[in-house]
Structures are given as structure tokens and as C-alpha cells.
């Protein structure tokens, strides 16, 4: 039995699926026999919390990529016997995202230097290595080889000799990342893509095995699965008792992400019994007749009928004006009752103008902004900082620049000074070559203050006490957690804070040891260096500001990928006339869509076909944004943008098409 779930977003797609899990375990009296395949994290774990059975085993729920990570450890004996060279391990090192990015940099910076290797690319090396990663990523998650990547990109370059190069030199580094990778047995994400389907699923053994365990299967957001999730999906299914999915034909959007939606619907749809499920719980019906009617219009030119859905346009000439408009709508509907995280300001970016002027807006206003978009630094979090601070205090050798303010707001952290007085006393650091300097020397006891000039003494000994020991970098941070930090009463976002900058480093050198011969102190200075890159993210730590008096300002991708938010009462669409609405997911050295499994080897890329591809990404942006809406859409615009410049896109063009009296331009 093979069943598959169609329907929008909020139509209770997922809610079906944990009720046939429910029924299949209460049936058999056992969870192990079943194999959950979700979305993402925080999907799983919801999952597990909404388990609640009366006899319950070992719970199977998993994303693809924790499911085959799983297994390649518990079958690594299995893979390590078909590698083709001599090394033995008794388990592999699984990389980091940061420890990955970094490798690849270092790469690049060596054949920058020693090749001269991509000259005419106008990137820093950390950001070509960003997209030679997601080349990498996008080839194993299709299953494709370097051959064909190389193929792929060279088409890519259509005749242009100076790109065609540069494409080459990017496989060249690819292909010697991988290669250290396999010799070191460290296994980034596209190698235990590639391990897990050349060594495991294609093994008739572990095939048996696998299908032989997973008697029931459920997938959540079929939409969003890779290729080779799909054919994970399909050798169970194959084999499989009964087989639950969900699919939404409006997911499309994460196709930068590798997911495939087309190929599962030509794939699975032949396959199951189809349940459309057509009432979405998280959207109005008149929400859901605005999607389909832009969805009409642009892909079939049929007239946009009038929708009541749009509860209004804003329109002026300034970008800040616009802005000012919105705020005073915004407190007009919280006015009203509406929760202010009720409220979703969607922009195709969120630049500082934006996020500044918003935000000032609603704080005098005695209300705040819950910025999705803001990637924050784990070097942002002060006590993850000051761990980062003291290391280059207890190392003063260091060649690496330590940044101002960044002292001044550990020596506040940590001797509970005023920023004034840590910034007099920040400069004589600096002034001393990051040596602490004696307080009667520089004469700054007496601007310090007695209690002040004591705790710093004791700061200073142990300071001193400790560029005396040799400390591994992570027993380090243990002891200043212990000794300097926990005492200053950190709450949870700290201590977690400090625990994942511990557990990097643990990570990092696990990989580093295996990857290279730096000793204990290279390995210190390196993880230093990439903290200090800001490749550290603090967000997988902390839940974004949830609370009813904060506003949400989201781009649609944030928006729609935030598993905090079901829905909103109203959406606000800032900057509707910009073209980063269209904005492509290309780079110089790195494009999805080529590197697609349905990519033919005579499809070209065109300034047509790029187009269509960005237009199809804002509409499934565009009905996903709907399909969390329940009261209504405000719509805002500004001729001119921030730099004073005409604002064309064709988002407007849709909406004034049919609606004359929208928005007009004079």
C-alpha cells in the first residue's frame, strides 16, 4: 500500500503522517520496523515529541542526511573493505560545515598564490570556496561524477576560453579536496553522499538488510527531497508493507538546496493512491484564490480576477517614506488587537537602511523587530567572545590582530568595568604589544579606582599564571569558562554559547590532525583564524526572538524555512517594484540547476532559460507566502530605492496589470 498526500501548505499533510505512524506502531507494538524520513531538524524533533505511544522501541526518525550518516557508521567495515587503497580505519571523521569550508579555503589560497588560479574571479578565497563546496554538494546529491560536472560547467562557459578555464581549475581543486578527504577518512557532507550510494545502497547485502529492517515507511515534504533521497525512498518503498507520503505541489523553492520536486512527482506519482487535500488550516480561502490567480496570470495570461485579499497599497516616491507608511499601518493593526508577531514584514533583502529604520521606528514606539535574516556570529555572543579574547592575552606571540572592541567588552565582561574605563585600559594593552601592563607603571590606577585596580591585579596574575602552563586549546576553555566565566552568572544562550565554541574546536582538530601535520599550536591558531573569519554561525544554537511583541522582517526564505512560525495574521510586501524578487541563485563558479539530475546534455543555459527558472522560484515563493496568511496582504513601494535609483521589477508589473488603481509610477 502506497499512499501519497497532495496539498498546499497548512492542509495537514504532516498531521496525517504522524497519525498513520501512530496506527502502525500501535498495530505491530514496535517503533523500529518504521523509517520516518522529515525535512530538517527541528521537524524531527518535533516528530519525537509528538510520540507519545504505550510501548515504544527504538524511534527511526531521521533527516536523509542523519539517516545515511548512521549508517555508514554502523556499517563503515562494509565501505572501508571496497575503498581502493590500503588505508585502515576503525571509523570515519565526519566534517563540519565550518571545518569544510575552511579546508577548501586553504586550498584556494594556495593555488591563488602558487597558480595564479582564479585571477578574473572577483571573490575572496573563503567565498570560492563556499560555491566550490556546493559544487561538490550538488553533484553528490544528484549523483554525478567529476566528469560530468566538468562537462556540465564547461557547456555552462558556452564557448568563453576565460571561464571554460576557471571551471577547470575549480574541478582541479575539487577533485584534490576529495581525494585528502578519502585519504584522511574525514567525510564532508557530499562524501557521505557518495560513500553512502556507491558502497551501501548499490551492496545487494546492505540492500536486503535495509529492506528487511524498514518494514513501514513515512516521508514528510517529498517536495523537498534530493534525487538521491529519492532513490533511498524507492529501494524501500519497493520492498515495503504499506508506504506513507506527503507531497506539496508549491514546495518548489528549495531547488538551490538540491531538492528535486519534478523528478519525485514523475517518480512516485505513478506509484500511490493520491489523497488531495485541498483546505489549507494555516491560510483563507481568499488567500489561496489571490495564489492561484497570480499563478494564472503569470504562467497562462489569464486576467487577475479582483481579490479582497489585498487590504491596501502603499505607495510614495521615497524609500523612507514607504517605510514610515508601514510602520504606521503596522501600529494601526496592533491598534486594532492584532498580536504584533501576527505581523510579517517580507522583503526580497533586508538591507541595514531597512533593518535600521524599522527598527528605530517601532522601539520608540515600544515595540521591536524579530529580524529573521540576521546571521549572527558566534564571535557576536560576549561570552563566546571573551573565550576567543583571553586566548590571544594568554598568547601575546600571536600574529594574529585582536580587534579593539572587542577587548574593551571582555575587560567589561570580566572586570565589570564601565566601557570607559575598559577602553583606557584596552589601549594600554595594545599600546604594551598585548601584554598586560603594571597599573602604577602607566599610572592608571587612580582613573581605575581601588576596587577596580584590585580586580584587575588578580586578572592579570592569573593571566600571567597561565601563559606559564601548556594548555590544550579546549582544556583552555574549560578552565576559563570555570574560573572566569561561570562565576559572572551566564544564562543559557551563554553557556551554550561557550559549549559550541569548545565543541568546534574539538571537532576541528579532530579533522585537522587527520588532514594535516600542524602541531598543537598551529591547530590553536587556526581555529583562532576561522573564528575570527565569522564562520561560526550562533543561530543553530538559539531559537530566533519569539515573543507576541515582536514584529517579525523576514525575506521569503527565511520566512518560509523558520520552523517557529505556522502562520501569520497579516504579510506585508516590501519593495514590490525591486528585482531582487527575481534574484538568481547562480554564482560565478556554481549553478544548481545544470548540476540537476534532469539536466539534459543538450539543454543550454540561456538569459530565457535563467529567467524562467527565477520566475518559477518567486511564484512557489509567492504561494508559499499565501499559504501562511490569514487576514489579509498590505502591498509597499517606493519609486525610487535606497541609492535613488527606478525601481522596474516584474512582480509590479503583475499587480498593476489588472489592478490600474494599485500602484502607479508618475
Known amino acids: ?79 572501508e573493505e571496497k575503498l581502493d587503497d590500503d588505508i585502515k580505519t576503525l571509523e570515519p571523521t565526519f566534517m563540519t560545515v565550518e571545518t569544510s569550508h575552511y579546508l577548501m579555503s586553504q586550498m584556494v589560497d594556495e ?181 492561484k490567480s497570480i499563478v494564472e496570470k503569470v504562467f497562462h495570461g489569464k486576467p487577475m480576477p479582483q481579490n479582497n485579499f489585498i487590504k491596501g497599497e502603499i505607495h510614495t516616491d521615497l524609500r523612507g517614506d514607504m517605510l514610515f507608511e508601514v510602520g504606521k499601518k503596522v501600529l494601526d493593526l496592533i491598534e486594532k488587537g492584532v498580536q504584533p508577531a501576527k505581523i510579517a514584514l517580507i522583503a526580497p533583502l533586508v538591507d541595514k537602511v531597512l533593518e535600521f529604520t524599522l527598527s528605530r521606528y517601532f522601539e520608540e514606539r515600544g515595540y521591536s523587530l524579530a529580524n529573521l535574516t540576521r546571521t549572527k556570529r558566534l564571535l557576536d555572543e560576549p561570552f563566546a567572545q571573551a573565550l576567543i579574547t583571553l586566548t590571544f592575552l594568554v598568547n601575546p606571540d600571536w600574529k594574529i590582530k585582536l580587534n579593539f572592541t572587542s577587548l574593551v567588552q571582555t575587560l567589561t565582561l570580566i572586570l565589570k568595568l564601565d566601557p570607559i574605563r575598559s577602553a583606557l585600559l584596552a589601549e594600554e594593552i595594545f599600546k604594551n604589544q598585548m601584554d598586560l601592563p603594571d597599573l602604577d607603571e602607566i599610572g592608571l590606577r587612580p582613573r581605575l579606582g581601588f576596587d577596580n585596580s584590585d580586580k584587575y591585579e588578580l586578572f592579570r596574575e592569573w593571566v600571567k599564571e597561565k601563559q606559564t602552563e601548556e594548555l590544550e586549546m579546549e582544556h583552555f576553555f574549560q578552565i576559563v569558562f570555570g ?114 539530475r534532469d539536466w539534459e546534455e543538450e539543454d543550454e543555459w540561456t538569459d530565457e532559460v535563467d529567467q524562467t527558472l527565477r520566475k518559477e522560484q518567486l511564484i512557489n515563493y509567492v504561494q508559499s507566502l499565501l499559504s501562511k496568511c490569514t487576514d489579509g496582504l498590505y502591498l509597499a513601494n517606493s519609486y525610487l530605492n535606497s541609492h535613488g535609483w527606478e525601481q522596474e521589477g516584474e512582480l509590479l508589473e503583475w499587480l498593476q496589470s489588472d489592478y490600474p488603481e494599485v500602484m502607479q509610477n508618475d
Open 1 to 79: 500500500m502506497e499512499i501519497l498526500y497532495i496539498g498546499p501548505t497548512g492542509s495537514g499533510k504532516t498531521t496525517r503522517l504522524l497519525e498513520k505512524y501512530k496506527e502502525i506502531c500501535e498495530k505491530t507494538g514496535q517503533t523500529e520496523h518504521c523509517l520516518v524520513l522529515l525535512k530538517n531538524a527541528p521537524s524531527v524533533s518535533d516528530w519525537r515529541l509528538k510520540v507519545n505511544l504505550k510501548s515504544m522501541g527504538p524511534l527511526n526518525v531521521f533527516t536523509y542526511f542523519g539517516f545515511i550518516q548512521k549508517e555508514i557508521t554502523k556499517y563503515w567495515t562494509l565501505i
Open 111 to 291: 593555488v591563488r598564490i602558487q597558480e595564479g588560479a582564479f585571477a578574473s574571479i572577483n571573490a575572496t578565497s573563503q567565498q570560492i570556496a563556499v560555491q566550490l563546496i556546493d559544487n561538490l554538494n550538488h553533484a553528490a546529491m544528484n549523483g554525478l561524477s567529476f566528469k560530468e560536472v566538468q562537462n556540465r560547467l564547461l557547456r555552462w562557459a558556452a564557448g568563453d576560453v576565460e571561464k571554460a578555464a576557471v571551471y577547470q581549475q575549480a574541478v582541479r581543486v575539487m577533485k584534490r579536496f576529495r581525494k585528502q578527504c578519502l585519504i584522511s577518512r574525514c567525510l564532508d557532507y557530499s562524501l557521505i553522499i557518495d560513500l553512502y550510494n556507491q558502497y551501501l545502497l548499490s551492496d545487494d547485502n546492505y540492500s536486503k538488510d535495509l529492506t528487511s529492517r524498514f518494514r513501514y515507511l513515512i516521508v514528510d515534504n517529498l517536495e523537498k527531497t534530493i534525487p538521491r533521497a529519492q532513490d533511498l525512498i524507492l529501494k524501500i518503498m519497493q520492498k515495503a508493507e504499506e508506504s506513507y507520503l506527503s507531497f506539496n505541489p508549491e514546495g518548489g523553492y528549495t531547488g538551490f538546496f538540491g531538492s528535486n520536486p519534478k523528478l519525485a512527482e514523475k517518480t512516485f506519482f505513478p506509484m500511490c493512491e493520491k489523497v488531495h487535500l485541498k483546505e489549507s488550516y494555516t491560510a483563507s480561502k481568499e488567500s489561496r484564490e489571490l495564489a
Open 483 to 596: 574560573e572566569l566565566l561561570a562565576p559572572l552568572s551566564p544564562d543559557e544562550k551563554d553557556i551554550l554559547a561557550c559549549r559550541q565554541i569548545i565543541n568546534s574546536m574539538t571537532k576541528f582538530k579532530r579533522v585537522m590532525k587527520r588532514f594535516s601535520n600542524m602541531d598543537e599550536k598551529q591547530l590553536s591558531q587556526s581555529f583562532i583564524e576561522m573564528v575570527l573569519k565569522g564562520t561560526l554561525a550562533a543561530e543553530v544554537l538559539f531559537k530566533p526572538p519569539a515573543s507576541d511583541e515582536q514584529i517579525i522582517l523576514a525575506t521569503p526564505y527565511t520566512f518560509l524555512f523558520s520552523p517557529y512560525i505556522d502562520n501569520v495574521q497579516y504579510l506585508f510586501w516590501l519593495d514590490v517594484a525591486s528585482e531582487n524578487w527575481f534574484r538568481s541563485t547562480t554564482k560565478e563558479l556554481t549553478n544548481p540547476y545544470i548540476l540537476s
